[in-house]
T-cell receptor, first 118, second 115 residues
Framework: GAVVSQHPSWVICKSGTSVKIECRSLDFQATTMFWYRQFPKQSLMLMAT?????????EQGVEKDKFLINHASLTLSTLTVTSAHPEDSSFYIC??????????????FGPGTRLTVT | GDSVTQMEGPVTLSEEAFLTINCTYT??????LFWYVQYPGEGLQLLLK?????DKGSNKGFEATYRKETTSFHLEKGSVQVSDSAVYFCALSVDYGGSQGNLIFGKGTKLSVKP
């Protein structure tokens, strides 16, 4: 159990366009979802935390108007990279956790989405 | 601030060799410590964890002991297999008032095991 999926697994977009990445918890209700960014040979950096039905909390230095996060249901969160530029090219990973039951204290990770902006 | 430092890779070993991946941390509170593994093309999976000093986490032959005196959580396995080839991340979270804090990750160590 506790499977998290992401879609798409990879995407190429042109500079100036927007791209949406979906994160779904397939077999549990995720009260909290997290979005990370991972650069090559670098650690995962937390971008934002979102609780279902609430506005996301962004980490310092992350532009909330550029990285729009929506967590409208207990099984789906989306990250939209608006007006993407080549420096936004990265590996984006989501994770989900639940305060409802035995998954309370653990994050379950999606497989990641590789974004390339040309 | 809170941080995690782990040995840089890549690490290349022969099958059945002994594995150690060092991890040290700094934290202002009382952290829980984790090792995550990322197999090629897959998401991060929790490998093992320890929530207090002297706890030993273990799973799939891997072990790590929470050493408060040396602020370390080194990952070990006595005999690695080709299937252990992956990237390993050390991480911590500091709990506040009963709620789990955010995970802070090390940079990851890529392990390649040759037959």
């Amino acid at each position: 159990g506790a499977v998290v999926s992401q879609h798409p697994s990879w995407v190429i977009c042109k500079s100036g366009t927007s791209v949406k990445i979906e994160c779904r918890s397939l077999d549990f209700q995720a009260t909290t979802m997290f979005w990370y960014r991972q650069f090559p040979k670098q650690s995962l950096m937390l971008m934002a935390t979102s609780n279902e039905g609430s506005k996301a909390t962004y980490e310092q230095g992350v532009e909330k108007d550029k990285f729009l996060i929506n967590h409208a249901s207990l099984t789906l969160s989306t990250l939209t990279v608006t007006s993407a530029h080549p420096e936004d090219s990265s590996f984006y990973i989501c994770s989900a956790s639940s305060a409802l039951s035995l998954y309370r204290r653990e994050q379950y990770f999606g497989p990641g989405t590789r974004l390339t902006v040309t | 601030g809170d941080s995690v430092t782990q040995m840089e890779g890549p690490v290349t070993l022969s099958e059945e060799a002994f594995l150690t991946i060092n991890c040290t941390y700094t934290a202002t509170g009382y952290p829980s410590l984790f090792w995550y593994v990322q197999y090629p093309g897959e998401g991060l999976q929790l490998l093992l964890k320890a929530t207090k000093a002297d706890d030993k986490g273990s799973n799939k032959g891997f072990e790590a002991t929470y050493r408060k005196e040396t602020t370390s959580f080194h990952l070990e396995k006595g005999s690695v297999q080709v299937s252990d080839s992956a990237v390993y991340f050390c991480a911590l979270s500091v709990d506040y008032g009963g709620s789990q804090g955010n995970l802070i990750f090390g940079k990851g160590t890529k392990l390649s095991v040759k037959p």
